[in-house]
């Protein structure tokens, strides 16, 4: 993998390492403390969430750029590509086409070319278009991972472990709990020990390593095929 790729990865895993440590150290600061009236301690749990979505966030808004990048650097012909990425390069005809007029039947026909013509394609792949952001302003979730591995065309699933929905869909909701004080933060933690929250950290990393192995395994078969074109 390219080092602009894994850099992505590294950075996010280094600040989930962070977070466990800081975890760690309130573990052995809370033995101190013989009652939490104030909530002190379950507030600084709370905040566990804000970090870990914070976390998915910036990994999913500089991913894109950082695998763009490494595909325009290859000279790759399209035809190696999967077909998915077309909903990506050819993004400008997809906007183009989304009503009735009939510039927009001429540009649903031109995709539809394109789309047949995949195979075929030797044009070079360049920088791919803006349209790929998974960074969309929203609190990333399974929807995000689900939408890199079809767009990439990767194999098996997104998923590490089997509850990995729950683990995104609980951060993605807490976090946003908090972030806007949908409830109050105090309650939150308080319903999370330190080591629930760890094991959570733990898992996240997990899932990113996975992500990780696959992209790289995508990449470099990518490249091989550039050393055989």
Do not use: C
């Not at 183009?96 to 007029?101: A, D, L, T, V, W």
């Not at 089997?162 to 976090?175: G, M, N, V």
């Not at 899932?207 to 992209?215: A, F, P, R, T, W």
């Amino acid at each position: 993998m390219g080092d602009a790729v894994d850099s992505i990865f590294e950075k996010a895993i280094e600040y989930l390492e962070r977070e466990d440590r800081r975890l760690e150290t309130l573990a052995k600061l809370g033995k101190t403390l013989n009652f939490d009236r104030d909530g002190f301690a379950a507030t600084a749990r709370a905040l566990s969430y804000v970090v870990m979505g914070g976390v998915l966030e910036d990994f999913m808004r500089e991913l894109p750029t950082a695998i763009s990048n490494e595909l325009e650097a290859m000279q790759l012909e399209r035809k190696h590509l999967p077909v998915t990425l077309i909903s990506v390069i050819e993004a400008r005809d997809f906007k183009r086409s989304g009503n009735e007029s009939v510039a927009s039947l001429i540009a649903r026909a031109e995709v539809v070319l394109k789309i047949g013509g995949h195979g075929t394609d030797l044009r070079v792949a360049t920088q791919l278009d803006d349209a790929f952001k998974l960074a969309d302003g929203t609190t990333i979730s399974e929807k995000h991972f689900s939408a890199l591995w079809l767009i990439l065309g990767l194999a098996d699933d997104w998923k590490n472990r089997p509850t990995d929905s729950l683990l995104l869909s609980e951060i993605q909701e807490k976090r946003n709990d908090v972030a806007h004080w949908k409830r109050d933060p105090v309650t939150i933690g308080r319903s999370k020990t330190v080591k629930d929250l760890r094991d959570m950290v733990v898992k996240l990393i997990d899932l990113l390593q996975h992500v990780q192995l696959y992209i790289s395994d995508w990449l470099g078969g990518l490249s091989r095929v550039v050393r055989d074109q």
